[in-house]
């Protein structure tokens, strides 16, 4: 090809901006890599703060950025660290920001899983199923403990730095529970440590647990990862703390456990609080308490008219509900002026039907029925007031027929006690009883059978009230 064809060539290819070149890339390589697998080193594992997870998977003769997305990292299974062979399934893409190749892993799984690691993850995911790793299962660590529980060899320097850590924060007492930390024989020890420590009363009883032991292989950490320690931390309710291993470390008990320490000195650091810096902190807080309510207020008062800065004005405000009412004002003349003229139609059609003629008609009408009325009103009273006479008259001559007085006028007589009872009978009468004998004129005392040899009762003159006493006999 001579150079004018080359250039005649290079002519009719379409001019792509940056952009469209980057993205083209992409869609090439998603294409033609729509889902492969590889197996590597990690290398700069870095997971963000969005929950995004950025490793470089590599060997020994090439690197590629790899990418998990938040809600596939929080389904794995293990801790990416820096070292660890991975399997790793995805598919390539491209970032074009800085023009290269990565990637976008959805699943990933260690390299070569042993049948000690898969045995660790099936029973991982069992405890986890059962809810023991829960974070509402957590209970916080009391901020200064009284006493704190180790659960540790007593012949390791496992014992010595947190002993030393607790005396340089806050000395305080440390009750020791002596276990094997490897071995078979270690895993019973260290769950019967946690339930014993549990068991304790009164002053003896540890405010927090701490379960530590240094750093080491899988096997050598494998005693923390059986279910029967897990277990026994799970349950315990003294707050513990785990502290296995270095901080690169992770065993079922840390899961399980209240706090996860990354060295077993760190599990001292977080057990107790620096007593010089608590003093110091005590010290200043009278200071800061002082300060804090000038500077609160001053606080407030700048936020107050930063905020009346952002209120709108008041002609503002009511420019709005200003305009609703000026229509409405207007609505209002016409509505006023339609609702008169319809009560002055409803008006002048009541009036045309009360004519003075209907009503004086009816006037009179009703004034002839009063008088009529009035005349048969008064014989009516007349023979009302006869008939009711009459009846009185008859009730009252019955009423005299039945009084007691025509009785006492045929010549009988009405005896009492003295107490107003009447006597009915003779046999209801002692001897020397006083009587009262009321007559059809008047009235007479007496005395039943008075004793023999006393002087007769002078009779009492008839129609003289009162008297002497007289005698029935």
């Known amino acids: 090809m001579t150079e004018a064809a080359a250039a005649h060539a290079q002519s009719n290819l379409p001019e792509l901006s940056v952009s469209e070149l980057a993205q083209a890339v992409k869609r090439t390589m998603e294409t033609n890599f729509d889902r492969v697998r590889g197996r590597g080193e990690l290398g700069r594992v870095m997971i963000a703060k969005s929950g995004h997870l950025y490793v470089d998977l590599k060997d020994e003769g090439a690197t590629i950025s790899t990418v998990m997305w938040k809600a596939n990292v929080q389904q794995l299974g293990f801790k990416p660290e820096e070292g660890l062979e991975v399997v790793a399934e995805g598919r390539l893409s491209t970032y074009p920001g800085r023009s290269q190749y990565q990637l976008i892993c959805d699943r990933m799984a260690p390299a070569g899983v042993g049948a000690l690691l898969a045995q660790l993850e099936k029973l991982k995911a069992k405890l986890q199923a059962e809810g023991l790793f829960a974070r509402e299962r957590k209970k916080p660590i009391p901020y200064l403990p009284r006493t704190i529980g180790v659960v540790t060899s007593p012949t390791g320097a ?20 002596p276990v094997l930390v490897q071995g078979p024989e270690a895993a019973g020890q260290v769950a019967r440590a946690i339930k014993g420590f549990n068991a304790l009363t009164g002053d003896l009883r540890p405010d927090v647990l701490i379960v530590a032991r240094g750093g080491g292989s899988i096997e050598d950490l494998w005693a923390f990862n059986e279910e029967v320690v897990v277990r026994a931390a799970a349950a315990s309710e003294i707050p513990l703390i785990s502290a296995v291993g270095h901080e690169t470390d992770t065993t079922l008990i840390d899961y399980a456990s209240d706090l996860r320490a990354p060295t077993p000195t760190g599990a001292a650091e977080k057990a107790v609080p620096v007593r010089a810096e608590l003093i110091e902190r005590i010290t200043s807080i009278d200071g800061r308490l002082k300060n804090s309510l000038v500077r609160g207020l001053e606080r407030r008062r700048t936020e107050f008219r930063a905020a009346a800065g952002k209120l709108p004005r008041l002609e503002t405000l009511f420019q709005i509900p200003q305009q609703r009412y000026d229509r409405a004002a207007e609505r209002l003349n016409a509505a006023l002026v339609t609702n008169t003229r319809a009560a002055q139609s409803k008006l002048d059609r009541v ?123």
């Open 158 to 177: 496992v014992i010595r730095d947190i002993l030393h850590r607790l005396g340089e924060r806050f000395p305080c007492r440390v009750l020791l529970w």
């Open 351 to 473: 009036a045309a039907r009360l004519r003075p003629e209907a009503l004086s008609q009816d006037i009179s009408r009703r004034r002839d029925l009063l008088a009529r009325s009035a005349v048969r009103l008064q014989p009516a009273i007349k023979r009302a007031l006869e008939a009711q006479r009459k009846h009185l008259d008859a009730s009252a001559r019955m009423l005299e027929s039945l009084s007691h007085k025509k009785v006492l006028e045929r010549g009988f007589v009405m005896v009492h006690r003295e107490d107003g009872t009447l006597v009915r009978a003779a046999k209801d009468l002692s001897s020397g009883d006083v009587v009262e004998l009321t007559f059809a004129d008047d009235k007479a005392k007496a005395v039943i059978d008075p004793p023999t040899g006393a002087e007769p009762a002078k009779t009492k003159p008839k129609g003289k009230p009162g008297g002497d006493q007289g005698s029935l006999f």
